[in-house]
């Protein structure tokens, strides 16, 4: 009887600490952050006294450093909000039709970025997405799309110097 207690306690337990979960995927995010960062050779960007390992190992043990306050937090009773919903009805299904629009507008951008380079598979992802979220113009939302792929290679492309392929357009842009 008493183990049959125990594991219904156990359940319990879990149940009610469940946010310790993110605690732990944290832990092995910042884990994960510092081990590469400690692994970055330094000798060949180091250009003053802060080098390319200073931020992610600033991030890694951020990461650290979070996980243990948040588990610190739910362990002596803390407990996030229940979601409330803004504008959403949470009895109602999620909407798989529009998750799946915009996944197949992501795939699809990834499939021609390397055929038909970033402006033109961008304008699908950029279309696709307005679509999926429920716009119907279908003369508007292309030329809007096109515009920010366009605007997007540019500002990568030419200055962030970001090269991004630019397929059949390359001598056009």
């Not at 970055?40 to 390992?53: L, Y």
């Not at 798989?96 to 970025?113: E, M």
């Amino acid at each position: 009887m008493s183990t049959l207690t125990e594991r219904r306690f156990d359940r319990r337990w879990l149940r009610e600490h469940s946010e310790l979960g993110v605690c732990v995927v944290l832990a092995a995010l910042g884990v994960l952050v510092l081990t590469d960062a400690l692994r970055i050779p330094t000798d060949f960007a180091q250009r003053g006294p802060v080098g390319p390992k200073a931020v992610p190992v600033l991030v890694g043990g951020l990461l650290l450093l979070v996980a243990a306050l948040l588990a610190r937090d739910v362990l002596r009773g803390g407990k996030g909000e229940a979601e409330a919903g803004e504008d959403i009805d949470l009895s109602e299904p999620g909407d798989w039709k529009t998750v799946l629009l915009l996944s197949g507008a992501f795939l699809a951008n990834a499939a021609l970025i390397g055929f038909l380079g970033f402006p033109i598979s961008g304008t699908v992802l950029f279309w696709g997405a307005a679509y999926a979220l429920g716009s119907r113009d279908l003369v508007r939302d292309p030329l809007i799309a096109a515009g920010m792929s366009l605007v997007t290679y540019v500002v990568f492309n030419n200055l962030l110097g970001v090269p991004l392929p630019g397929g059949p357009l390359i001598g056009v842009l």
